[in-house]
T-cell receptor, first 111, second 110 residues
Framework: QKEVEQNSGPLSVPEGAIASLNCTYS??????FFWYRQYSGKSPELIMF????GDKEDGRFTAQLNKASQYVSLLIRDSQPSDSATYLC???????????FGKGTMLLVSP | DADVTQTPRNRITKTGKRIMLECSQT?????MYWYRQDPGLGLRLIYY???????NKGEISDGYSVSRQAQAKFSLSLESAIPNQTALYFC?????????FGPGTRLLVL
């Protein structure tokens, strides 16, 4: 069974700090990796995706992928209180057309 | 107007009742999905459809059925609702890898 694991948190960081969110997955053949943000009571929205080993940057967000370790992370630089939300990691496994979501990590950014 | 809409947004029903949740999209995507979200359990896939003639079971399809009436419409039915189907339900569409979620339907089964 495909599994995507995240620490439920909450992860608390002060405003301006770097928040680091982590995710591990069980399917070694997984192809695509996604980070979604979900505000309380709202629907998930895509932040970014990554396919290849290494880093991918988009503004204050950086996704990091290490397929050998089956590990993907999201770094948020200069964290803002508006970044306070639950962050969902999602993985598309080998041979699958759908995503498996982790349970999410709650991030709290204090002013 | 929202690209992915869900009706109703909130629903309270009783055990044993049949209920239908509806999803419509104006994004022109072929792929549509139904998920449920429970506290502590994350998003779980119920059913998905890659075109009008294609319906597939997801991780937790028992107790649910779906209908793809058109490219733009994908409905989820609970034939006989039970309390453990109380959850937040999301419809989503996708183009290639990116999924776009509707606003959700909050369902309470008493």
């Amino acid at each position: 069974q495909k599994e995507v694991e995240q620490n439920s948190g909450p992860l608390s960081v002060p405003e301006g700090a770097i928040a680091s969110l982590n995710c591990t997955y069980s399917d070694r053949g997984s192809q695509s990796f996604f980070w979604y943000r979900q505000y309380s009571g709202k629907s998930p929205e895509l932040i970014m995706f990554i396919y290849s080993n290494g880093d991918k940057e988009d503004g204050r967000f950086t996704a990091q992928l290490n397929k050998a370790s089956q590990y993907v992370s999201l770094l948020i630089r200069d964290s803002q209180p508006s970044d306070s939300a639950t962050y969902l990691c999602a993985v598309r496994g080998s041979g699958y057309s759908t995503l498996t979501f982790g349970k999410g990590t709650m991030l709290l950014v204090s002013p | 107007d929202a690209d992915v809409t869900q009706t109703p947004r909130n629903r309270i029903t009783k055990t044993g009742k049949r209920i239908m949740l509806e999803c419509s999209q104006t994004k022109g995507h072929d792929r549509m999905y139904w998920y449920r979200q429970d506290p502590g359990l994350g998003l779980r896939l119920i059913y998905y459809s890659f075109d009008v003639k294609d319906i597939n079971k997801g991780e937790i399809s028992d107790g649910y059925s779906v209908s793809r009436q058109a490219q733009a419409k994908f409905s989820l039915s609970l034939e006989s609702a039970i309390p453990n189907q109380t959850a937040l339900y999301f419809c989503a569409t996708s183009e290639e890898e990116t999924q776009y979620f509707g606003p959700g339907t909050r369902l309470l089964v008493l």
